[in-house]
């Protein structure tokens, strides 16, 4: 199986902060790796896959980079809507794995 | 626009199995071009994979949840099942069932959940 380590596990921001989550993946994927947001009780929402492609409807304030094994999320200007958890889940092999997921809090 | 939505019992005995239905609805689930997939979350934990299935039958699973796993397909009813046995308490979980395409694509389509809780 391939191992997904994001880091920090947990990351406080103000509104209008620039914020950046990193994932790793233990062997290469290429670029078929996707990130989601997850509100509590919610279902997870696709933001970005093929590392880099912004999912329809997402804002443009979300960006992915990487490829191989490493990955990076970026929220350019943090909104309140915005807090949450995110997960990374690589999408190049069976069984898909996720990251263990990266909780955006209110500073 | 697609739908997708779980429903099953939310309370299974432990030893015995978990079984829970995805209904879609919008779209069909014969469609050459996705999988469909089930995912769960333990309370305050990460998602986990459990398995996928084309409209044909095709089926991948977690290895480590393999022995326990059967997913089965349901063209006519546009519905696709889980099913889980021998739970333990370890499989307290909100269980969520999801599209995604062929190809290496994530999931695009989710449902909103069904809490399964193993108590006896």
């Known amino acids: 199986d391939i191992q997904m380590t994001q880091s920090p596990s947990s990351v406080s921001a103000s509104v209008g902060d620039r914020v950046t989550i990193t994932c790793r993946a233990s062997?290469?994927?290429?670029?078929?790796l996707a990130w989601y947001q997850q509100k509590p009780g919610k279902a997870p929402k696709l933001l970005i896959y093929a590392a880099s492609s912004l999912q329809s409807g997402v804002p443009s304030r979300f960006s992915g980079s990487g490829s191989g094994t490493d990955f990076t999320l970026t929220i350019s200007s943090l909104q309140p809507e915005d807090f949450a958890t995110y997960y990374c889940q690589q999408a190049n092999i069976f069984p898909r794995t996720f990251g263990q997921g990266t909780k955006v809090e209110i500073k | 626009q697609l739908q997708l939505q779980e429903s099953g019992p939310g309370l299974v005995k432990p030893s015995e199995t978990l079984s829970l239905t995805c209904t879609v609805s919008g779209g069909s689930i014969s469609s050459s071009s996705y999988y469909w997939g089930w995912i769960r979350q333990p309370p305050g934990k990460g998602l986990e994979w459990i398995g996928s299935i084309f409209y044909s039958g095709s089926t991948y699973y977690n290895p480590s949840l393999k022995s326990r796993v059967t997913i089965s397909v349901d063209t006519s009813k546009n519905q696709f099942s889980l099913n889980l046995s021998s739970v333990t308490a370890a499989d307290t979980a909100v269980y969520y069932c999801a599209r995604h395409p062929l190809s290496t694509r994530p999931f695009d389509y989710w449902g909103q959940g069904a809490l399964v809780t193993v108590s006896s």
């Open positions: 062997r290469g994927i290429s670029s078929w």
